[in-house]
């Protein structure tokens, strides 16, 4: 279960050029279409984009796209897109009215190092860049690939995923009323908070490549067994992490009665459902064979819950 | 300055197609790439969406592509995408951290009808819908020409269009520090806010309809000039209007001592700048002929301040 020699290289190697990337989208200069760029709406959406974060969201881009050898800059503009809206979700899901978090990552949330509209309007305007730049002839040269992508962000990031996903969450804390969802409930509210954005990454490297339907398949479940892994494991760290290791407080989950697979299967039961996930996501990169070894190290890293 | 026959009920009949068209892409059915969309999410998009309006800015695409005789499916489904990102930015603008408006339309606003939390994710997954709508099949058969929306409309809604304006807006009410915009700001956060959208619609039916660049130019000269006409007649409104003709309070912008062109010219100058852009809009007209008639009727339905 060792990383290959060079996985947290190939890591921050990537975090390095999205970060720079993501500097670049985000310069004050207005492109065509736009009149200004008004500087604290500006500064807000850099606050919530720039500056740390293992950025692996577009690390799953680049690696599922190098499977089909497509060059990596392009792999780098969909994973940058990507991570706008992953940004953007940060944002919102913060604000006082959501889960209410006054730090990420360390550092105040936007609503705190701001305001609350201003994050309101930063959220918005990162998650209309991720199009925009989707849509950019340099993510891809052929136009129905972009509108491919374009497509699936807005599945993955929509009513049906990301966005409905953070409704069935704020549902299932009981927000609107009694509420104990099962571990299919469970299941469902986190394929589509967490998953869907993790499972796009990996389709998007995918339709970049022009991958036929095998392929596209297999990398597919890949990231939906690395979306479900990737938030077990995330519970599981907070049952079990010691605060000072993790960074961050542990145990809320249990505290607030938050309805995780931890909670509904026990430790024990989450940690052979993670293992059996990962098994699963190792497999389905057979086809690919050592190519994909950067892919599989990834299930292994997202397993150790050092995300 | 007569309507032309027929302008009110050609303005409902698009209003009806544009609803019903609404209310086929909020059905609860999942889409292709969609898990399931969560009820109570999808009852406050379509509480944001749904039942009236006049429709201004879908008519605005259908009767710009009608000078290219673009079908007019394609520009409905165009100006439904166009729709869904007005509506979640009334939506946002609505919410207590902004404008904090209970009522909107004489009906209770989305954080009212239902929760703020909610409000944030029917707000976000609109707009992620009108990319989503944007980049159809349905839309135009030519992947290129839906790219080019996709890209038009997130320049038009994002940090430098509409989101920026809004920006530019609450700074101008001072609540970041003391303001107070002259008449070049004002154009600007108004061009922005208000501005952006309208000019994107005139934009979308060139675009649809494949127009040179001379016709394509001279829709962009109408929509700016409409754009702003708009923000006017709204603000001579306010100055203005009986209560109970207007059917909402007015004279609210000068109790609150907001940055508008009719506090910086006075109701004259406005009124003159007004009459102005309405006749810039119609001359911008002259190369379509009689076939633009619709739309010079809108521009002087726009200054009757009657939308």
Do not use: W
């Amino acid at each position: 279960m060792d990383q290959p020699q060079g996985f947290e290289a190939r890591l921050a190697a990537c975090a390095a050029e999205i970060e720079a990337l993501l500097e670049r989208l985000l310069s004050a200069e207005p492109l065509d279409g736009e009149r200004t760029r008004p500087p604290r709406l500006l500064a807000a959406m850099r606050h919530a984009c720039l500056g740390g974060g293992k950025r692996l969201r577009p690390f799953l881009v680049v690696e599922s796209a190098a499977l089909f050898a497509v060059p990596r800059a392009r792999a780098l503009m969909a994973g940058a897109a990507l991570e706008c809206v992953h940004c953007y979700s940060l944002v919102h899901d913060d604000l006082p009215a959501m889960d209410n978090d006054d730090l990420r990552r360390g550092r105040p949330t936007v609503h705190k190092a701001f305001d609350e509209a201003t994050a309101v309007l930063a959220g918005d305007a990162l998650l209309t860049l991720a199009f925009d730049v989707a849509a950019r002839p340099e993510t891809h040269p052929d136009p129905a690939v972009r509108l491919a992508l374009v497509t699936a962000l807005a599945r993955a990031a929509g009513v049906g995923g990301m966005a409905g996903g953070q409704m069935l969450d704020l549902a299932a804390e009981g927000r609107f009323g009694p509420a104990a969802p099962d571990a299919e409930g469970v299941r469902t509210l986190q394929a589509m908070k967490t998953g869907a954005l993790l499972r796009f990454a990996c389709r998007a490297g995918a339709l970049l490549g022009g991958a036929g339907p095998a392929e596209t398949e297999a990398l597919d479940r890949y990231g939906a067994a690395l979306g479900e892994a990737f938030q077990i494991a995330d519970d599981l760290l907070d049952a079990e992490g010691d605060p000072a290791e993790v960074g961050k407080a542990t145990g809320k989950d249990a505290a607030a009665g938050k309805a995780t697979l931890v909670a509904l299967l026990g430790t024990g039961g989450a940690r052979a459902r993670l293992d059996a996930l990962i098994a699963a996501a190792e497999t389905a990169l057979c086809r690919f064979g050592p190519a994909a070894e950067t892919l599989r190290a990834t299930a292994r890293f997202v397993a150790a819950r050092r995300h």
